[in-house]
């Protein structure tokens, strides 16, 4: 089976390259079947950290053009040709706009060969949502993404709900001795407002007494906002700030070594792979019911706690509890709670799906 990945450039530091990186080991070492896989990105500059691309198959398209629709008929027929030449079995566009794109190139050829949308984000918060509509089949990374395909008119006999991948691991991350302040953490971009709110953590901490540190591992525009309303709120001697890590989980055991609890406040995501790899560590995570993916994840008390979105008193409710010693599951029941979304049984699924997909297609 030859896979043809397509897509726009990704900035190098998301879960979108996260997932995209662990799929493509996985067909790297597959020893049951020989597949061949390229990843083909389309870019208007070369702005982008590529180190997460290195010993990656990769092709890039530059164009760097202004005017939108010429833009897109550079991108359409430079596709066009390295498909007759790659000849690939099935196409996979992991963002919106690129199906159009991919699907226009395809029918160029005039060859037969399906396009799978696999997006990485809630279709409601993103530009020109409908273009997801040119894909013959998807790949639903939550049951939220797959209820916004059906909004806009997609069977669910032609989606396939698969959620994201995590590697089970043999070790856990310990918690704090009693005694010790209670140490929350915080991992992803650095979004004040907008997707993240980080915002709402800040406020919620801001009323919270006790012995607890928030550890903070990312980067974005938004760090120096967060910083500045952290010392405006008085909180900021309890914060941490670690930067951006290439790999967190590595640096949380090595630098910060106990966790009581992961925070997620966002307002979307398109599934939430920070909740599953604190969990395959066995750490409880606290995250906000927000569109889509937490609920796919979090068992309230199991491991973890949703709250609905926006509802900061309960949210500092959560957090007051686990300061003041609320008994939390252990880290094994965590771990096992998310054994659907371990490694083996994911890549197993996609590749049935994309035979599937391959031998069903017309």
Same mark, same amino acid.
């Given at each position: ?39 083909y ?5 070369n ?18 053009l202004?005017?939108?629709f ?5 991108y ?9 030449n ?7 566009s ?9 699907a ?11 396009l ?36 806009r ?15 089970n ?6 918690r704090p ?16 407002e907008?997707?993240?709110?980080? &915002?709402?953590?800040? $406020? ?7 012995n607890?540190? +928030? *550890?903070?591992i990312? /980067? ?17 001697n309890k914060?941490?700030?670690h ?35 604190a ?15 937490p ?19 309960i949210l ?14 252990s ?7 998310? &054994?659907s979304?371990? $490694?083996d ?8 799906? +994309? *035979?599937w997909?391959? /031998?069903?297609?017309?």
């Open positions: 089976m030859k896979i043809l990945f397509v897509g726009e450039a990704l900035s190098g530091f998301g879960g979108t390259e996260t997932v995209i990186k662990k799929l493509t080991q996985f067909i790297e070492n597959d020893t049951q079947e020989q597949h061949q896989y390229m990843l990105f389309l870019c208007r500059n702005k982008f950290d590529k180190t997460w691309l290195i010993n990656k198959k990769t092709f890039f398209e530059y164009a760097k202004n005017i939108s010429i833009r897109k008929m550079q359409v027929n430079s596709l066009t040709k390295f498909i007759k790659y000849q690939p079995d099935v196409i996979i992991f963002d919106i706009t690129t199906c159009e794109l991919a226009k190139a395809i029918k160029k050829t005039q060859l037969s060969i399906p799978v949308s696999w997006v990485h984000y809630s279709l409601e918060h993103k530009k020109h949502p409908e273009c997801v509509t040119y894909a013959d089949y998807h790949f639903a990374i939550s049951r939220g993404i797959q209820q916004q395909l059906n909004k008119g997609i069977a669910n006999d032609k989606i396939f709900t698969i959620f994201n991948p995590v590697t691991h043999s070790d856990a991350i310990a001795d009693p005694n010790k302040p209670k140490t929350f953490i915080y991992i992803g971009r650095l979004k004040y907008g997707q993240k709110r980080l &915002k709402d953590m800040f $406020d919620t901490f801001a009323q919270i007494t006790g607890w540190v +928030l *550890h903070i990312g /980067n974005g525009s938004d760090k120096a906002l967060c910083q500045d309303y952290v010392m405006q709120l008085g909180i900021e914060i941490k700030w930067g951006w890590q290439p790999e967190p989980w590595d640096y949380v055991k090595k630098n910060i070594k106990q966790i009581n609890a992961l925070l997620l406040t966002s307002s979307f995501e398109g599934f939430g792979l920070v909740l599953v790899e969990m395959s560590y066995g750490i409880y995570c606290i995250s906000s019911d927000c569109p889509s993916g609920a796919d994840i979090i068992q309230n008390d199991i491991n973890g706690k949703l709250y609905p979105l926006g509802e900061l008193d500092r409710t959560e957090i007051t509890a686990i300061i003041d010693g609320k008994v939390l599951p880290s094994e029941q965590i771990k096992i709670s998310i &054994k979304f371990y $490694d049984e994911y890549y197993q699924n996609v590749k049935q799906r +994309l *035979h997909i391959i /031998n069903h297609f017309n």
